[in-house]
Nanobody
Framework: QVQLVESGGGLVQAGGSLRLSCAAS????????MGWFRQAPGKEREFVAV????????RYADSAKGRFTISRDNAKNTVYLQMNSLKPEDTAVYYC?????????????????WGQGTQVTVSS
């Protein structure tokens, strides 16, 4: 089992920045691909970014490219999502997720473990 706990969400004005953290505990974190997803009110959960266990070639949703950066620190069992130039449409609950096969998928059903989420609200 892997437990994931997100933090770092909050209220920020448009154009501002936030850094989300996801602390993992349990099994060998370094073997997992770690993803970030988000879900806005009334919308389906969507992919934001993923980083493979090898920390190679992070992938981003088009909406996140150029503004968000995913990174991981395997020594701290933590994955981060740095979000810059935030927009009101980035408002959502952000979830981190772990994929034990470490492939770095953008598909929700590829992930076995999920955190509880952290709210990000961007005001205009």
């Amino acid at each position: 089992q892997v437990q994931l706990v997100e933090s770092g969400g909050g209220l920020v004005q448009a154009g501002g920045s936030l850094r989300l953290s996801c602390a993992a505990s349990g099994r060998t974190f370094s073997n997992y691909a770690m993803g970030w997803f988000r879900q806005a009110p009334g919308k389906e959960r969507e992919f934001v970014a993923v980083i493979s266990w090898r920390d190679v070639s992070p992938r981003y949703a088009d909406s996140a490219k150029g503004r968000f950066t995913i990174s991981r620190d395997n020594a701290k069992n933590t994955v981060y999502l740095q979000m810059n130039s935030l927009k009101p449409e980035d408002t959502a609950v952000y979830y981190c997720a772990a994929d034990q096969y470490g492939l770095g998928s953008n598909r929700i059903n590829a992930y076995e473990y999920w955190g509880q989420g952290t709210q990000v609200t961007v005001s205009s």
